[in-house]
């Protein structure tokens, strides 16, 4: 008879070990809290890498992010590993660490499941695979959903109780820095602030600020460049006059933590030198008034370099040329942002042979000058408008030319013609001067007549 033995394996059958992932957060980045979220991502490295039936798939964590947000960066990794293939269950530490929205909780517990991925919450001991699993979930979930509702709203009437007391809650805003007690003023980012507001009352609009700005390599607070709707927002932030607007925003709920504009939903707070001033409010007034200003001139608000009283009204007393606006601006080697805003002649901008010896009009002396033949404190516009037909410019010298055939003459100093005057004694500066002065006259009147005479010849034939 055939004699059958039996040899046993001594090879151990293969065991398909399970992928095992964790995931971990903390919701304020206090310093206590990171170590406890450092301590959780160590404790669960150690947990599964000394099962033998479970390979490690990766701690996944999130720090300072709300559980009621579902876009948290680490908790998104993780799902999006999930469905890869890459995680068979996870492992966490409650369901409020895991997420406080009853409604998102479950969405995902279902998702994983028909992946075949449980989920295992240690405090609550739950495991999702269990016929139990969904319904202890709901309840408890909605116990830390309303558990957040309750901290926020603690928070808020803490928030507005400060509010009522004039304690706004702390801001990053160009120009200024918390230094853990108080806000300093960047003396740099302070002076280009002051130039914004001073070259909008001067006639520039936020498109022409941004392109000066961007040349000279000034950076905003969080990109690289400005944008227009960067200089519209400085140009109305109350803040750098030292006050502040107190809930100007707020949260929708809890949930989705919108924040959302206060249309008087809720009360206002206006607190009154809460910070270091930039902006005098003379000054911020003075900008809010020039914008309603600009508002109802509808397209001509932003034709900033060109547009003005003057526009068309400056005259050169040698060329008959109407004199344009040209600014100019420079970083000087403290940072302050310096602009020198002047009046040249359309003959010496335009490329023509011959060059208008013709003075430049510095803006400021134009509208110092102007308000005092208008007998007002500073440039009014409209009754400049209202009164002066046309402005004559001759040496450093201004004749405004009334609409009632009145003239009067305004006379000025130009600092480097003054030290030239007393290198040359102040005789020999004017004689060459005027000398110059005749010579272009007399060559402008005779191309004026060529072109006359070229005319009336091309009419006979």
């Known amino acids: ?39 959780q991502v160590s404790y669960y490295n150690s947990l599964i890498q000394k099962r033998n039936d479970w390979q490690f798939a990766g701690v996944f ?18 799902l999006q590993q999930c469905n890869l293939g890459n995680i ?61 509702r309750s901290i926020s709203e603690n928070t808020k009437w803490s928030i507005r109780k400060n509010f009522e007391q004039g304690i706004g809650n702390s801001f990053c805003l160009y120009g200024y820095h918390w230094d853990g007690k108080g806000y300093k003023v960047i003396e740099e980012e302070a002076e280009t602030i002051k130039f914004i507001f001073n070259s909008y009352l001067e006639g520039m609009s936020p498109d022409g600020i941004v392109k000066m700005l961007n040349s000279l390599g000034i950076k905003p607070y969080r990109s690289e460049k400005f944008s227009y709707s960067t ?37 206002k707070y206006y607190a009154q030198g809460t910070h270091p001033v930039i902006i005098d409010k ?8 020039e914008i309603e200003r600009r508002k109802a001139l509808g397209y001509k608000a932003n034709q900033s370099l060109t547009f003005s009283c003057f526009s068309s009204k400056l005259h050169c007393s040698l060329c008959g040329k109407t004199y344009r606006k040209r600014s100019n601006s420079n970083k000087s080697s403290t940072g302050k942002v310096c602009k020198y805003t002047r009046w040249i002649c359309g003959t010496k901008i335009s490329k023509t042979a011959k060059v208008c010896p013709s003075c430049n009009v510095p803006n400021k ?28 410019v001759g040496e450093y010298e201004l004749t405004f030319h009334f609409k009632d055939g009145y003239t009067q003459k305004k006379t000025w100093k130009s600092e480097k013609n003054h030290k030239t005057r007393i290198k040359n004694n102040g005789k020999n500066s004017k004689e060459n001067t005027s000398d110059v002065n005749r010579v272009f006259l007399r060559s402008f009147e005779s191309k004026e007549k060529e072109k006359s005479s070229r005319l009336c010849q091309g009419i006979n034939r």
Not at 10 to 32: M, N, T
Not at 368 to 392: G, R
């Open 365 to 392: 002396m134009l509208c110092e000058l102007s308000a005092e033949v208008l007998k007002t404190e500073v440039l009014d516009e409209t009754l400049f408008n209202k009164l002066i037909e046309k402005i004559t």
């Open 88 to 148: 068979d269950m996870i492992i966490t530490k409650s369901i409020s660490r895991f997420t406080r929205n009853t409604v998102d909780l479950l969405n995902t517990v279902r998702d994983l499941k028909d992946k075949n991925i449980n989920i295992f919450f240690e405090r609550e001991n739950i495991n999702t695979n269990s016929e139990s699993g969904e319904l202890l979930l709901t309840l408890l979930a909605s116990f830390a959903q309303e558990e957040s």
């Open 231 to 267: 200089i519209w927002q400085m140009l109305r932030q109350i803040n750098y006059t030292g006050d502040s607007i107190l809930q100007k925003t707020f949260r929708e709920n809890h949930l989705t933590h919108k924040k959302v504009i206060n249309k008087g939903e809720l009360p």
């Open 61 to 78: 964590s999130d720090e300072g992010i709300t559980g009621t947000k579902m876009n948290r960066p680490g908790f998104q990794e993780l």
């Open 1 to 39: 008879m055939r004699k059958i033995t039996k040899i046993q394996s001594r090879v151990s059958p293969f065991i398909q070990k399970k992928k095992v992932a964790a995931y971990a957060r903390v919701s304020v980045d206090y310093i206590e809290n990171l170590h406890s979220l450092s301590a």
């Open 282 to 289: 003379e000054l911020f007034n003075k900008v809010q008034r």
